[in-house]
Structure formats: C-alpha cells, structure tokens
C-alpha cells in the first residue's frame, strides 16, 4: 500500500500496457514491501559505520550519523514549517555540495519525491519542470535564489521555497529542530525521483523512479561491475541531477559505506585538486573529462585512483589507452540512460575491450533489433533494447509509446553485437546531441533559435568533435535584412545562452540559404548528419 497521501505522480504513470517489462534475476533484487532509500544510510551505521566519514569537503565533513541526523532536521522543516505531504514534489535546486546530498534525503524520508534539476537551467526552463510536475516545494542553493525566484513568478504553483547558504533561511531553521523526522514508511513501488531528460522534441521528459529503482542500481552495476569497498572516497563531475552523477558520487558510495569527496572549485583543475586533497578513489566522469584531465593533471595528484568509471558519451579506444598509459588504469566504460537510472550494459578489468561498451550489467538483458522489432544475431547491427529491473515510465508522456516497445526499453542507440557478446556503439538513432556528456535535444535549441529576429530557419545537429565527442552546430538561414557571417553567429550563440542553459548553445553556426527538407517540407536533419560523417 502506498504511503503518498499526494497521489500525482502515481495518478500520472503510463497505463500499465505501456511499462516495460520489470525483470528481478537476482536475490538482491527482491525488495521488502516497505522500502526508503533513507534505509542506505541507517544500515551503515548499524554496521558500524555511524562515525565514519560520508561527505568530506575542502575544510569540513559529516560523518554518516551527522549527515542522517542533518537530513532529519530537514525533513522536519518540509513537514512541520513547509506543509509537505508523502508523495508532494519537492525541487531540489543546487551544485554538487554537501547541504544537496542532505536536502536530497530529507525529502525521501518525508516521503515526498525528489526533482533534481541542473544548476545552469534558466528560469524558462525550470518554470517547465515545474508546471509538468506540478511542484509546490523547493529547497535551493541561495545563490540560485534569482533564477528559482523568476521561475516561480512564471510558474506560480511554487510557494513555499528555502534556500541554504549564506543568507538563506534553511540552514537556521534545520538547527533550530530539537527532534528528527522519522523515516516515511513509504512502499518500494512508491516514487522518489523525477529525472527530466532533454526531449528530442523539445519539452523535456520526466522520468519516475521508485525507491526500490535506486537500491536497484546500486545492486547490479555498482555491486557486480565496480565493487566498491568501505575505504574507497569517491568523486565525480555529473550533476546530482543527472541519474549518472546520482548514482556514482552519492548512492553508490553511501550504499558501500563508503565516503564522497565533493569537487569544491568548478573545471577539471579543481577536480585534479579534490583527488589529491582527499585520496579519491573512484572517478566518475565522461569522455570529454579524461581528455582535459589528460591535459590538465599533474599524474601525481591521481595516484589514489583505482577505478575510473565513464559514461555520457562513447569512450573512444584512443581516450582509454591515453588514460591507461598514464595512469595505469583501465577506464570501466558503460552505457545507461536517465530511463533506466543507470549503467546497464559495461565490462570492468580484463573483461574491459577498449572501443567496445561491453556486455550486459548482471541483473539485465540487453539484444539488437531490426526496424520490425525482430531480435537480430551477433555480427549484426541494429537498434538497441533493454529489460532488467529497472524501466522507463514517464509522467504523462505519449512518448512512452516510442521508448518502451513489447515490454522492452528502446535507447534511441544504434549498436553492433559481436560474436563475444560485446556491445559496440555505432551512432544515436534520434535527435539527441551528447556533447561532453551532457544530453543535448535538437529541437529545444532550434527553438531558442527561432526566437531571435535574424532567424528564419535553423536546423540543429550534432557534429563530430575530438574534445567533446560532439558539438551543438546550427545551420541557421538568415532573415530578410541580416547579414550572414561571423558577428550574426556570436550575436546568435549569446543569445541562446541566455534563453536555455549554456551548455546548449550552438559551438559553431553555418550559414545556408535553404536546408534540405521533404517536398511536404519536413526538415531533413540527417541530410545534414551526413554530411558530418563524410
């Protein structure tokens, strides 16, 4: 039975036809009934591990009875001050630091359901997320007041907001709690987190995930494929609010009884910093990251690592011999997707084949489909599938129907299966731009395009890069009135950063006088995608 008094996000889960089919291979897999994920963190300290470090950073750190006992004051303050019901939608507004891994809890143990969002979104963007999830909460990094502030004004379901920092309120009135707040005795089917991911049509998808999802990735990849042990520190450069930074610089550590080490000074300056200052362990970050920090580092302040974990993107051959080279360690590459949560498909050690994803994460299936849906044999090459114990279910989304498809979840990934079993990535089968990392939809940035009065028409795709795996490139036919050339596309790239996040803005920008389109005038964006393959 569930806990959630606030019944939204259950009321607006696809028709049960449309889930994917949920498999549970393994023991660990089978959840008790009540579930929370507030529960990883009390079974470290009854293992002993209450005055352990969990969260260190530059000058301070919490040790895992500090960190509960801070998420509990919290947790007070959303139920007792802000009126928080079990199952209400709490945004979750902040960098990668220690008072967001707290917020994060306080909100699963009130039992409501978490919605983490990047820390760069515009107020434009962020009134979306919160008119889709019909959020009435935040908690708030105050550095981000302005944009949660502005985002409010357009969305103006949001009224009860605390911010944490320096001249927020949150911190004094989590202090000024005499008790904690129990654990909510919420079901492991009820939802914790609504991941958004960037729509290859433009509006962002929300994805729910039960409390059990979350135990679930850490008891496949993290337990079967990293093996993390209690001395390990780990670090990473993904965003909490992706699934991907989540699970590797805050559920898998914690769930290990191990300790995070948080990046204090943004670039990958400040991360070669914190692994020095903190003996980090285990890496997460994409491509892109072990590039700079080949670049970058002194290969003397990584000489704590021991496993380094890349996901976001490909990892090319060549990245993963320049990094062994230098250091000595294999980078355990994988694929996941915020649908799935997590890392579904990855090799560690002597399994590891440099060039090659890997194989399935123990705990899930994975096959190649043709265009009929028809499993195709090893040597072939074909869409991507995807069963295991976790799955897509958006919120209120038609584009259910497309992801999941006769029970199976549909990545948009174009891969080969070899004779061994491995997976090798060819190309995205959609509109999705992965640049750094980061997932980047075509179409939001075409529209943001559109709005500026140089713009006639724009096309957007990705465009192979050695740094970044891809790059956000427009092909932009200019207004009446307009001049092509280079002052009209930094005067475009501006532009777009102040519309969307700047991680989406358009890195380079060519000017055409038409774009290839259908002759009903559909644009025809893979013309385009071509070209970059030649």
């Known amino acids: 039975m569930t ?18 089919e949920l498999v549970f291979d393994l023991p660990e897999l089978n959840y008790p009934e009540r579930l929370n994920v507030c529960d990883l963190l009390e079974r470290a300290v009854a293992a002993g591990l209450g005055e352990k470090a969990a969260v260190v950073w530059e000058g301070g750190q919490w040790t895992y009875e ?29 960098p990668n630091r220690p008072m967001t891994i707290a917020c994060w809890f306080a909100i699963a143990r009130a039992g409501g359901v978490v919605v983490a969002t990047m820390p760069m979104l515009r107020p434009g963007e962020l009134a979306v997320v919160i008119e889709t999830a019909r959020i009435t909460h935040a908690l708030a990094d105050v550095a981000l007041r302005d944009a949660v502030e502005a985002a409010g004004a357009e969305a103006p379901l949001l009224d009860k907001v605390a911010y944490w920092g320096d001249g927020g309120d949150l911190d004094a009135r989590a202090e000024a709690q005499e008790q904690a707040w129990p654990i909510c005795d919420t079901a492991a089917d009820d939802p914790v987190l609504i991941a958004f991911t960037s729509g290859t049509t433009g509006r962002p998808k929300g994805c729910v995930h039960f409390h059990r999802d979350v135990f679930a990735m850490a008891d496949t990849f993290s337990r079967h494929v990293l093996r993390p042990e209690t001395d390990e520190v780990f670090a990473g450069t993904p965003p909490y609010a992706f699934t991907f930074g989540l699970g590797g610089s805050v559920i898998f550590p914690l769930a290990a009884g191990a300790t995070i080490a948080c990046v204090e000074r943004p670039g990958f300056d400040g991360l070669c910093e914190t692994i020095e200052r903190h003996g980090v362990t285990t890496l997460f970050t994409a491509p892109t990251g072990y590039r700079a920090m080949l670049k970058s580092c002194d290969p003397r302040q990584l000489k704590s690592l021991r496993k ?36 579904f498909i990855s090799a560690a050690g002597d399994d590891i084949r440099p060039g090659a994803t890997g194989r ?9 489909l043709d265009d009929e849906g028809r499993p195709l044999p090893p040597g072939s090459t074909g869409r991507l599938a995807v069963k295991g114990p976790t799955g897509c279910r958006y919120l209120a989304d038609e ?90 596309a930094c005067e475009l790239q501006e532009f777009v950063k102040r519309e969307i996040a700047p991680y989406k803005y358009p890195r380079a920008v060519e000017f055409r006088t038409e774009l290839p389109k259908t002759q009903t005038g559909k644009l025809q964006r893979f013309r385009l995608r071509q070209e970059a393959g030649a």
């Not at 806990?3 to 994917?20: G, K, S, Y």
């Not at 007792?80 to 945004?91: A, F, S």
């Not at 974990?309 to 990094?323: F, I, N």
């Open 66 to 94: 500090q960190l509960i006992a801070q998420s509990a004051r919290i947790a007070r303050v959303l139920v007792e001050e802000m009126g928080l019901t079990p199952g209400g939608r709490v945004l979750l507004h902040g």
């Open 3 to 20: 806990a959630h008094i606030d019944t939204f996000v259950r009321d607006n889960l696809p028709p049960p036809e449309l889930w994917p």
């Open 360 to 368: 399935p994460v123990p705990g899930y299936r994975a096959r190649i």
């Open 308 to 343: 380094c974990v890349s996901a976001g993107e490909t990892l090319p051959a060549a990245t993963s011999d320049a990094w062994y080279e230098q250091t000595g360690i294999r980078i355990i590459d994988g694929i996941g997707s915020t649908e799935m949560i997590h890392i």
């Open 399 to 488: 584009r259910q129907r497309n992801y999941v498809q006769n029970g199976w979840n549909l990545t948009g990934d174009v891969y080969r299966l070899d004779e061994d079993g491995y997976f090798w990535f060819v190309a995205r089968g959609d509109d999705m731009i992965v640049s750094s990392g980061y997932n980047i939809g075509a179409p939001e940035v075409e529209a943001a395009l559109l709005r500026h009065p140089a713009v006639s028409e724009c096309a957007v795709v990705g465009w192979p890069d050695a740094e970044r795996g891809q790059i956000v490139k427009a092909f932009v036919v200019a207004a009446d009135g307009h001049e092509p050339g280079e002052a009209l």
